[in-house]
């Protein structure tokens, strides 16, 4: 596992991870425009969870090519990528429950939103981020909570609209859970560094 962290660490695979959450964070922005058309200005930057996490992350990869770290973004990016990409997974496996099936763009947001969620956590032993670092995630991410789930702001899932409490409670605990992760893998591990190539 360590030699697999490793080859992640290698220019060429950073630049192959580049590419990939560059055109996923032009892709997910693309897929929020019509909620974005409809969304007031001031809530602009809390509406597109998901293109924003990957945007954390393209950060993050810029920084390592350049072999610097980056602690807040860092921590930023393995929280939401994370949090939004597990939720994604939910919430397109409660569309296919409830409706009984799932176009082919459903699968494909599970599978894309799977490995944003595992591609972040595969980074974390070249995370240097502090305590005070996952704070400022922390409150981030629990004040997007806020805004998604008692301003309405949340991505529209017709189907899934008559759930919107308990999706809102599911959503609160998994962001506390990416915020556990994040502080187990990188803030608890002492040992286990990686260095950037």
């Known amino acids: 596992?360590?030699?697999f962290q490793y080859l992640l660490g290698q220019k060429?695979?950073?630049?192959?991870?580049?590419f990939i959450n560059f055109f996923g964070t032009v892709y997910g922005y693309y897929w929020y425009g019509d909620?974005?058309?409809?969304t007031p200005a001031h809530f602009y930057?809390?509406?597109?969870?998901?293109?924003?996490a990957s945007l954390f992350f393209l950060i993050v990869i810029i920084g390592f090519l350049m072999r610097k770290n980056?602690?807040?973004?860092?921590?930023?990016a393995i929280v939401t990528l994370f949090k939004y990409g597990i939720w994604a997974v939910i919430m397109n496996l409660l569309v296919l429950q409830i409706n009984g099936t799932l176009p082919w763009q459903g699968y494909m947001l599970i599978a894309s939103h799977f490995g944003m969620a595992i591609q972040g956590l595969l980074y974390s032993p070249y995370?240097?981020?502090?305590?005070r670092h996952l704070l400022i995630a922390a409150i981030w991410?629990?004040?997007?909570d806020v805004i998604d789930y008692v301003f309405g702001m949340m991505p529209k899932y017709s189907l899934l609209m008559n759930y919107i409490s308990e999706i809102g409670y599911m959503t609160f605990w998994l962001s506390?859970?990416?915020?556990?992760i994040a502080y187990v893998l990188v803030l608890k591990q002492k040992t286990n560094k990686l260095q950037l190539p």
């Open 12 to 18: 060429p695979i950073l630049i192959v991870m580049l």
């Open 35 to 38: 909620q974005l058309n409809e």
């Open 176 to 180: 506390i859970i990416s915020l556990l």
């Open 70 to 76: 980056l602690p807040l973004i860092e921590a930023l």
């Open 141 to 144: 991410t629990l004040h997007n």
């Open 1 to 3: 596992m360590k030699m």
């Open 45 to 52: 930057i809390f509406v597109p969870d998901s293109p924003t």
């Open 127 to 131: 995370y240097r981020f502090k305590l």
